[in-house]
């Protein structure tokens, strides 16, 4: 009987947190539900996920973000989040270290190209 006892205060525990999770995530505005879902197709998934998997992931993600945000207010300039922090909190795993270089870098790519087009678009207007 004690068994079956701690048995049934487990599933209790666990309804008690699934029902605290879906009452936390419930009230909040889905953000990334589109992105993840075609995120999800191009890794495999079915072209439409289910709900909850998309639900479960975009917590995973706020979750993520949130915890890395704080982090990064708590190192460099405290209550400010800047590029370098964000790099020195990923410096130990290499793949996520290499996105985000290659992201900078495709950033001052796209700043570099957008100041020539302006140079150039400001250039024609004056003739």
């Known amino acids: 009987m004690a068994v079956a006892e701690e048995t049934f205060e ?11 999770l879906a009452l936390c ?14 995120m999800m197709y191009g ?3 079915d072209q439409n ?4 998997s998309v639900d479960i992931i975009e917590d995973l993600v706020i979750e993520f973000i ?3 945000t704080h982090k990064a207010m708590e190192i ?3 209550g400010r989040v800047q590029v370098e922090d964000i790099v020195f909190l990923v410096r ?16 001052e790519k796209l700043k570099l190209a957008r100041k020539a087009f302006d140079e150039i ?3 024609g207007n004056i003739k």
Do not use: I
Not at 25 to 38: T, V
Not at 49 to 52: A, G, K, Q, V
């Open 43 to 45: 890794f495999g998934d």
């Open 66 to 68: 949130t915890e890395m």
């Open 76 to 78: 460099g300039r405290t």
């Open 10 to 20: 487990q599933f209790e525990e666990d309804d008690a947190a699934e029902t605290a």
């Open 121 to 123: 678009k400001f250039a």
């Open 92 to 107: 130990k795993d290499p793949r996520k270290y290499a996105r985000v270089k290659d992201l900078l870098t495709m950033n």
């Open 49 to 52: 996920p289910y709900t909850e």
């Open 25 to 38: 995530s419930a009230g909040r505005k889905r953000l990334f539900s589109k992105e993840l879902r075609c």
